[in-house]
């Protein structure tokens, strides 16, 4: 065999896909708990499925058909009128650009901005996948810690410390994943006054926008100073529960988006027909925000303080934060973890050995995450939500009492 | 605005996009007839848009879920089974990793081989997504002219003086966009011979295998010294008319699937579940085979026969070869453009506007392109044919005589 190129040894494969993998492959499925993958439990919108089955039926060429690289201009206009209601800013159609979902959103804008050698700010405990995409271009990895003392709120004193001459962008996840925090309004504006003197982009990840629980997540390009150094990633992942669609958009300034749609040219072409049509429905006779607001934010809620409740209770020596948005609680597991004199990695793979249950360590998620885990509210309904916990508890106290 | 990288400046904008994003809008779509893209106007087989129309009815959740990043097992089984029965070639199912199309193959074949500074040898003309994918990894792209006197096919001879100590792959594709060339089983033998003595990739473009009209590809893994050394790039877009769904798949070495597996979880994650369970369909109860040899390969026939004849008829100064294979003819059409005193852009640009024809030029696909025109067979059904070979020859003898 011919050498490979290096950019497979220099990126790590994804412990949560390699998950993904073995779940997908496991015979015993259904007594696997898993509060693993973010993966939403709820179908979507019946009118939406209705709408998509019903084109597939009826006009299948149309339905299956090439679109532009930049998506369906009814759906790009349809986004645009949604980000004004929703969050007060104005973007022009064509400067939103459809996306195979938030991984390519990211992929895509990482390869417009970032030269190798270029530094990224990203956090510590952050989503898995940043650094490895920085890596694939060669960029930098610089981390700002956060911890559960303060909520896991990033410092803007600790982020200037660490803005180099080579900081090129900061990636910014609010909601977050792992930790389920919604950032500062103080943090955000002072994040752009930061952006605008040492002059880097702001890559704002925003999609959980509307997986919150009280607080909406502050819009960074409300802004009117960030607008031109702030790229935007949306999905429909978790707003529409179309996690499998992969469809998503992207938002920015319109040099930024040419170069992004350049770029996906020769990355994926198109985005799928099929699930840009299915979202022209998501935004269309009201159908999104009643989703939203009658069924996917009561059901998470009622799962979030069902877990929460339940980490109070059963593993009353961990340490948490109500999350305010996303699909996850992250749990300090310290204390026990000592006590069995496991690390976090050890824990998760022999409590789903021993008791069938899914956890994610929260190394994977960066160094500040040892000896916490990621628990997902959203794969679970209830009762199994309850049978998940208790699996834990026992599994926890035939160690430590 | 902080600066953006230099990729999207060491790449083109896809001319061919541009021309999709253009139709796409245009409000006299109707009475514009493309000989352009190449999108197939078939429906997809009844029977797989009915199943996913009724998953999609039955089993939401399931058909919009997250699935793992190589692609659902029993998919890429029925897939191995399928290699095996057409091609007689055996690859493991976990050798199979599926993705968004054949772009993203090529994509992540090239991102897992290519290190900046290498070479890759691509055919002048070719499918011009190659070197633009090419130069993203830093690579330097090295052409191989062919033309309409040899038909098309490329020569061992010139190849090999061409490769040099910095040659990591080839890329090779049959049957061929823009000509329909199906490569020769000598030049295939002779290409292997080739990559095993300098020690570089094949990369098999294969995305056309099943639109043949005669002669089907030699297939170039079947050559056992091929195996370690062969990376296949395969479409449902072509085989199963779902340009729009996104969906194809890669073979190779084992160790190269992997890593190529590894890179793609942050570049798009894993592809859309929809895709893959219309894709499995696909290949159950003999559709596949029924929709190709009932209905596709009957209906592309009788349409190239029918372009050929009026190409001949109405064209009689121009060159060209009857394609084996693929969507398209590539006409030589330089008696007519230097009588014209127009370049095939210009002559391209002003069909559309005085004729509302789209051809593509040829100059897009390599400078050995220039004074030809690509006309997909296709997208149009046989009377628009017929008109849109009536306009083209209004248009060039209103000028030539």
Do not use: C
Request: glycine content about 6%.
């Amino acid at each position: 065999m011919p050498s490979l190129s290096s950019r497979p040894t220099i990126i790590r494969r994804s412990p949560i896909r390699r998950i993904a993998a073995l779940l997908e492959e496991a015979k015993r499925k259904e007594s696997i708990i898993s509060f693993g993958g973010g993966a939403p439990s709820l179908p979507p919108p019946r009118e939406v499925v209705e709408y998509l089955a019903k084109m597939l039926r009826e006009e299948p060429a149309k339905a299956v058909s090439y679109t532009s690289t930049r998506g369906i201009p009814e759906l790009r206009e349809l986004i645009a009128q949604d980000l004004k209601k929703h969050w007060g800013v104005e973007y022009d159609p064509n400067q939103v650009l459809i996306v195979n979902g938030g991984t390519e959103g990211i992929y895509v804008a990482l390869s417009a901005t970032i030269e190798p050698g270029d530094e990224v700010i990203i956090l510590d405990p952050t989503y898995l996948g940043y650094s490895e995409a920085i890596k694939l271009f060669g960029g930098k990895v610089r981390r700002l810690p956060v911890s559960v003392e303060s909520g896991y709120q990033p410092s803007l004193e600790e982020l200037e410390r660490i803005i180099s001459p080579l900081t090129k962008a900061f990636i910014l996840l609010s909601p977050d994943n792992p930790t389920g925090r919604v950032v500062t309004e103080k943090f955000v504006r002072g994040l752009v006054d930061l952006a605008v003197k040492y002059d880097f982009w702001i890559i704002f990840d925003a999609v959980y926008k509307h997986i919150s629980f009280g607080r909406k997540t502050p819009w960074v390009d409300a802004i009117p100073e960030a607008r031109e150094r702030t790229i935007t990633i949306n999905s429909f992942s978790k707003e529409a529960s179309v996690p499998g669609l992969r469809i998503g958009y992207v938002t920015g300034p319109q040099e930024a988006i040419d170069a992004m749609e350049k770029i996906k040219q020769y990355i994926s072409l198109a985005p799928s027909a099929a699930a840009q049509y299915a979202m022209i429905k998501f935004h269309e006779d009201g159908i999104k925000d009643r989703y939203l607001e009658e069924v996917v934010i009561p059901t998470y809620r009622k799962r979030r303080d069902l877990m929460y409740k339940l980490i109070k209770e059963y593993l009353p020596e961990a340490r948490t934060v109500l999350p305010e948005g996303a699909f996850y609680f992250f749990v300090d597991m310290r204390r026990y973890l000592e006590a069995m004199n496991r690390n976090d990695e050890e824990f998760a793979n022999r409590l789903l050995y021993r008791k069938s249950v899914v956890v994610i360590p929260g190394r994977y998620f960066g160094d500040k995450g040892k000896g916490h885990v990621r628990m997902t509210f959203v794969t679970e309904p209830e009762d199994r939500i309850e049978e998940g916990m208790r699996r834990i508890a026992a599994y926890v106290s035939s160690y430590v009492f």
